[in-house]
């Protein structure tokens, strides 16, 4: 087995840009070209396996690959499918690919709530952790897998609902189904065995991982730079989100106003700015942040 860390992502698709994105943000140099199943990392010991996003999970349980990047909707029904079986754990959360997987029928239809689902049919990609919910809430439902198309179901009686991804809602408005009930939050995560991975790997995936952990960091972030009243000082710093000591200087010539700076590490919204300025704050500054690590 080769000795450079094996990472597996998704070739092609919604994971796959991302995925990219966040490894080169990590100054990870590589290209993708062609049908290629391997991309080298040019400037560290690191390959990308180039997969189907259902395939990861197994690789990475099987050992053909260290890492992998899939959504947590997918490792979860792997997991769900194949039990203890399978050895591939989240490692972190990437905050990435965001999604939910809900409950959905037709607007104004018979079924709204979780009780009407009894003794229905559900459409479905993700049987087991459908399966899995049901069991929990104690649904006398039948799930029925389908691949792809799931929201068309209703409309040829395949089934009565469907349970499926979303994340803008367009896809379910434009078919007449509505959602009611989230069954899961997704989001990208970073999978690996529970194996150990040797001393070279290991160091190999320490330096990547402690870079992951400041883009992921640094992605809502923002440097905010103000003026403001001495005596607002704590109104403003109650305001600023997710940031816990601001820098406050003086400014010279006049003892009554200071210049607050601070990161925040939630996003900082109009609304926020709004209330900031209603504060007394003025020339407000807000930056990107490229690269955080503490
Ligand atoms: O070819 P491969 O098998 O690798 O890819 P795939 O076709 O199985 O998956 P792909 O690329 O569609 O999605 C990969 C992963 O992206 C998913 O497993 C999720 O973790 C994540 N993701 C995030 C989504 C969505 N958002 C999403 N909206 N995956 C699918 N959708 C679909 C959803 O199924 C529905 O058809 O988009 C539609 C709904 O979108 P909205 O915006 O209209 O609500
Ligand atoms: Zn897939």
């Known amino acids: 087995m080769t000795s450079r860390l094996r990472l597996a992502i998704q070739k092609k698709g919604r994971l796959a840009e991302e995925s990219f994105a966040a490894l080169k943000n990590c100054g990870l140099r590589f290209s993708v070209r062609g049908d290629g199943l391997l991309a080298r990392v040019n400037n560290m010991p690191i390959d990308l396996l180039l997969v189907r996003d259902d ?18 909707n997918v490792l979860l029904e792997e997991q769900y499918v194949q039990g203890s079986k399978l050895d591939a754990q989240i ?3 990437l905050g990435f690919s965001r999604c939910r997987l809900c409950l959905a029928a037709p607007e104004n239809g018979n079924i709204q709530t979780l009780q009407d689902l009894n003794g229905t049919r559900i459409a479905t990609s993700y049987p087991g952790v459908l399966g899995n919910f049901l069991t929990k809430n104690e649904i006398d439902a039948i799930p029925v897998t389908m691949k792809g198309a799931v929201e068309l179901a209703p409309r040829i009686d395949i089934a009565a609902s469907i349970c499926d991804l979303v994340s803008s809602g367009a896809t379910l408005e434009a078919n007449g189904l509505k959602a009611f009930q989230t069954i899961l939050e997704s989001e990208a995560v970073l999978i690996k065995s529970d194996r150990p991975m040797g001393r070279d790997k290991q160091a190999v995936y320490d330096r990547l991982v402690r870079r992951l952990d400041a883009v992921i960091r640094s992605k809502d972030s923002k440097y905010v730079m103000l003026n403001a009243p001495r005596s607002k000082i704590d109104d403003i710093t109650r305001l600023l989100p997710g940031s816990d000591a601001p820098t406050i200087i003086p400014l010279p010539g006049d003892d009554n106003l200071v210049a ?12 926020t700015l709004e209330a900031l300025k209603d504060n007394g704050a003025r020339s407000i500054l807000v930056v990107p942040i490229e690269k955080m690590m503490s």
């Open 91 to 93: 490692d972190r959360r």
């Open 260 to 271: 607050i700076q601070a990161v925040c590490t939630e996003t900082v919204f109009w609304e």
């Open 55 to 72: 395939d990861i999970a197994g690789f990475v349980s099987e050992g053909v690959s260290d890492l992998g990047i899939v959504g947590e």
